[in-house]
């Protein structure tokens, strides 16, 4: 029953340091969605995957790479950390289609100092 | 640019009463509107899906409609509970990034015994 896991749950990093963030999920989702959420912005969209080999840029994808490694996984990536990426990251799954919901992992919280 | 807007972004009632809370978008070309629910330091709880063509969805004490040419919703709570204190989102689906969610900012619920 674990549905979208996202690892790691907590994380501090240094400026200029490289980090990827990991999601998996277990629902045989062909789409799979990277957000941001951070105070009084919401949730926006960083990059999304229709389907497995394929990737796209969202709202906000300046600073972040993605890769689709498989139609499981779906990472997150910084290659170099600026404080202004200070945020709670949401990995997010759903079937293919316009009326399908997403669901969503618990989060990763990262700090950028 | 699609803009969604909920209103209020607080608000706190006593236990029992009955509440709604609002969202607007500014593009009427949407796929299907979505309303989750987020407890404090956890991900995204998907409660309802109301498809384009739809007026409303319906699940338990909960409530959704959707007037796709004015642009709103609303979300109708009965009877509320402690147990319904946590932050409601509101987000459609739309053009241009496939799929994915447009969020608005929230509305933190606090329910009072």
């Known amino acids: 029953n674990a549905g979208v896991t996202q690892t790691p749950k907590f994380q501090v990093l240094k400026t200029g340091q490289s980090m990827t963030l990991q999601c998996a999920q277990d629902m045989n989702h062909n789409s799979m969605y990277w957000y941001r959420q951070d105070p009084g912005m919401g949730l926006r969209l960083i990059y999304y995957s229709a389907s497995e080999g394929t990737t796209d840029k969202g709202e906000v994808p300046n600073g972040y790479n993605v890769s689709r490694l498989n139609k499981r996984e779906f990472s997150l990536r910084l290659e170099s950390a600026a404080p202004s990426q200070t945020s709670v990251y949401f990995c997010a799954s759903s079937e293919s289609g316009s009326n399908q919901p997403q669901h969503f992992g618990d989060g990763t919280r990262l700090s950028i100092l | 640019k699609q803009e969604v807007t909920q209103i209020p972004a607080a608000l706190s009632v006593p236990e029992g009463e009955n509440l709604v809370l609002n969202c607007s978008f500014t593009?009427?070309?949407?796929?299907?509107l979505q309303w989750f629910r987020q407890d404090p330091g956890k991900g995204l709880t998907s409660l309802l899906l109301?498809?384009?063509?739809?007026r409303e969805q319906t699940s338990g004490r909960l409530n959704a409609s959707l007037d796709k040419s004015s642009g709103r919703s609303t979300l109708y709570i009965a009877a509320s509970q402690p147990g319904d204190s946590a932050t409601y989102l509101c987000a459609v689906v739309a053009p241009p990034y496939g799929y994915a969610l447009n969020f608005g900012k929230g509305t933190s619920l606090l329910v009072t015994p």
């Open positions: 109301i498809q384009s063509s739809q």
């Open positions: 593009d009427s070309a949407i796929y299907n």
